[in-house]
């Protein structure tokens, strides 16, 4: 049977949003013991960036505390001597530790109930369908998209936001029961760990290399037309404090820098576009005191006039960059052909696991993999039987379980993931590479 859950058991507790009641915090949570449950709501499709609008904690003897860090950002900053010396527990954290960190938090334990999800081989690891799964209970996921940055923010808000964190760590204490039932804790550590080292980095607004579709280009013109159109529409969008892609969107970036002969009509037929919203630059934004569409025309002829020395360099040249997969069949055999193995053995792996092969390596890193091993393994071989000393029996096997396993821990797999993937993937190479890769080597 299944519980569902309307309103927090202790009541909705108040919304901190003065200097005085979010100093007050620190010594409710240091009342408590054990992890502290976080959680954050953002609102980045109506705001500049992801930033925390509100952030919900939790703790056993401490109860549930709502704080409104837009309102009070200092107040805020200061729970950091309290925040920093505890374990916590989120679920999805690499989505809510960007804004935390901006703040000056960062755990000292990390816990991920999401994580643990993956590796149980759950099939719902969204909080509300795991909180189903394994507590029995269901609470209202209907408010995730709403924006938090609008004030005040109703009762109905508030409660969906506390109730985020009211079994989140009896969430936790079920799945860590499971994993260590499972034998699996110690890849769950591995995994939280992981996330703790990559994604503990402030909110930041995308820079022009990172926007969708940038890669692509190849023309020094275009990229500093990119780069230009990029620097008009960040600075619009930092002034009025909404996302950048309701500015001018990347697509629309993409397609004037993509033929610099044409740049200027292709913005102008941009600007011209009937409608208001993404679709189309909102003419009433200003930069620097000019119209955002004078901006824009400026930044195009900028670009267009910069001298060829000053130009952006492309990210790499066509000869070092990794073709696209979907070539490898008909244009690099070896390539398609250990990656299809590597793929049939993850599939294997995963399923003997009874986990998500995205759980065990996601596809664009076991393709990276599959080009290195294709490009590199005789090279490895040929390196070292030339090497080796004539008195030591080759030991070809050996040469690639090095190579490989140092390919997929360059791609930031875990010892866990290298342990259950590098047999399979060894193999793959070997007979890719011949029936036997260390004959006629000598």
């Known amino acids: 049977m299944v519980t569902r859950i309307t309103a927090p058991a ?60 837009e309102t009070v950002p200092r107040e805020t900053r200061g729970l950091a001597t309290v925040m920093n010396g505890l374990p916590w527990v989120l679920h999805a954290a690499h989505t809510d530790l960007p804004c935390l960190v901006s703040l000056g938090w960062r755990p000292a ?18 909080l509300a369908g795991m909180l189903e799964e394994m507590l029995g209970v269901t609470v209202a996921k209907d408010h995730g998209r709403d924006d938090w940055s609008r004030r005040p923010l109703g009762t109905d808000l508030l409660t969906y936001a506390a109730l985020d964190v009211e079994l989140l760590l009896d969430l936790h ?47 020094p013109r275009s990229l500093a037309l990119v780069q230009r159109l990029w620097y008009v529409r960040t600075v619009a969008a930092v002034g009025a404090d909404r996302p950048p892609a309701t500015v001018l969107a990347t697509s629309d970036i993409i397609a004037v820098a993509s033929h610099p002969t044409r740049a200027r009509e292709t913005l102008a037929a941009v600007l011209a576009r009937p409608g208001r919203g993404r679709g189309r630059p909102d003419r009433r934004l200003t930069v620097f005191g000019t119209s955002l569409e004078e901006a824009l025309h400026r930044a195009v002829d900028d670009a267009l006039g910069e001298d060829p020395a000053f130009l952006p360099v492309p990210f790499r040249s066509r000869g070092t960059a990794v073709p696209d997969h979907r070539t490898w069949r008909e244009e690099y055999p070896l ?11 993850a599939e294997d792996v995963a399923g003997d696991l009874g986990i998500g092969v995205d759980t065990l390596i996601v596809m664009k890193t076991l393709r990276s ?12 071989l040929l390196r070292d039987a030339r090497l080796r000393d004539p008195d030591v029996a080759p030991d070809p096997v050996g040469v690639l379980e090095d190579f490989v396993t140092s390919v997929l821990d360059q791609r930031g797999l875990r010892p866990w993931q290298c342990g259950l993937l590098a047999p399979g993937f060894v193999a793959t190479v070997a007979d890719a590479v011949g029936g036997d890769p260390g004959a006629g080597l000598d």
């Open 10 to 69: 202790d009541g909705l507790p108040p919304l901190r949003d003065t200097p005085a009641s979010v100093a007050e915090v620190a010594g409710i949570l240091a009342r408590g013991h054990g992890p502290v449950a976080v959680d954050t709501e953002r609102a980045s499709s109506f705001r500049l960036d992801d930033r925390a609008f509100l952030i919900q904690l939790r703790r056993a003897g401490s109860g549930t505390v709502l704080i409104d860090p």
């Open 109 to 126: 334990k990390l816990h991920d109930t999401q994580i643990a999800g993956k590796l149980l081989g759950l099939g719902q690891v969204g």
């Open 173 to 219: 204490d079920e799945a860590r029961r499971r994993l260590d039932e499972a034998g699996r804790a110690g890849w769950y550590r591995q995994e939280c760990s992981a996330v703790l080292a990559t994604a503990a980095h402030p909110v930041a607004v995308p820079g022009w290399r990172e926007l969708k579709g940038v890669g692509a280009l190849t023309s």
């Open 335 to 345: 390539a398609a052909e250990i990656s299809d193995g590597f793929r049939a053995c």
């Open 369 to 380: 993999a599959a080009w290195t091993c294709a490009t590199g393994a005789r090279e490895v």
